[in-house]
Structures are given as C-alpha cells and as structure tokens.
C-alpha cells in the first residue's frame, strides 16, 4: 500500500523523578500523540511543531536527538504519520479549544511511562516507544 496522505507529529518527552515519561491525548476511546495534516508548504517537522502547540499549548519544545524521525506503516487508506522525537522540560499542558471544532480536539492527555505508553496507544506507534526507549534511555538531558 502506497501513503497517500502523510502526517507529522512527535512523541514528546520529559524527565520525572521516577524516569522519563510520554505524552498521550485521548480523543473519546483513542490514545494517540500529538499530530496532524501539513499546511500548503509546510514540511512534517513544520507540522508536527505546529500541531503540537494547538494540541497542547507547549512552545518550547527541543530537539536534542536531532530531526530523526520513524514513520508508521500505511494504514487507513494509506495515511503514514511521521513522528520525531521531542524534549518538554517546562510547560503546561493545555487542551484549547479548536476554532473548527468549537472545542478541544482531545479529552485528556497524560505523562506515562513508556511502558504504559504501550498499554493505551495503538500497535502502530509502538515502534516509536521502542525508538525513545533507547535514544532516551534512563539518562538525564
């Protein structure tokens, strides 16, 4: 199956005192991370910039892993999202309201562990769990 509508989005991540955690959202029954379609001109990390800070209202989101990403096999009509990796040291996480919508995209988010992470999000992503896990790994940033 050839993609036919790609996304990008980042797996977000932050250190706790217990380790490093994720985040997710929920939109109704689903877990996912924070993602979405480019704009016109607009590359995936452009994307996943973007639409992390209307999803989540955190701006100061660093790289320190690089722009690597990994890419989740087609599925649902082709769409393949393109997710980075990305540190969150400070801010809170907010769910405003989508202008679209008329309200949040999302229910509820959380900061868990990758293992939990595994628990709620789909089967798709858990490559990319795998990837944090040892581009992460138990060090301190």
């Known amino acids: 199956m050839t993609a036919t509508r790609r996304s990008g989005g980042f797996l977000v991540m932050r250190p706790f005192d217990d380790g490093w955690r994720c985040l997710i959202l ?4 689903n877990w ?3 993602k979405g379609m480019p ?3 607009e590359n995936l990390l452009q994307t996943a910039l973007r639409e992390t800070t209307e999803e989540t209202g955190l701006m100061d989101l660093e790289l320190p892993w690089g722009e690597e990403f990994r890419e989740t ?3 649902g009509k082709g769409k393949v999202v ?3 990796l990305a540190l ?14 008329g309200r949040p995209e999302h229910h509820e988010f ?3 562990a990758l293992s939990q992470a595994r628990q709620l999000l789909l089967q798709r992503f858990w490559p990319m769990l795998d990837w944090a896990e040892g581009v992460a790994g138990e060090g301190e940033i």
């Open 32 to 34: 996912d991370l924070p």
């Open 88 to 101: 969150s040291r400070i801010g809170e996480v907010v769910l405003p309201v989508n202008a679209q919508l």
């Open 110 to 112: 959380r900061w868990v």
């Open 39 to 41: 704009e016109q001109d």
């Open 82 to 84: 393109r997710v980075y």
């Open 73 to 75: 096999e087609p599925y």
């Open 26 to 29: 929920r939109a109704y029954r």
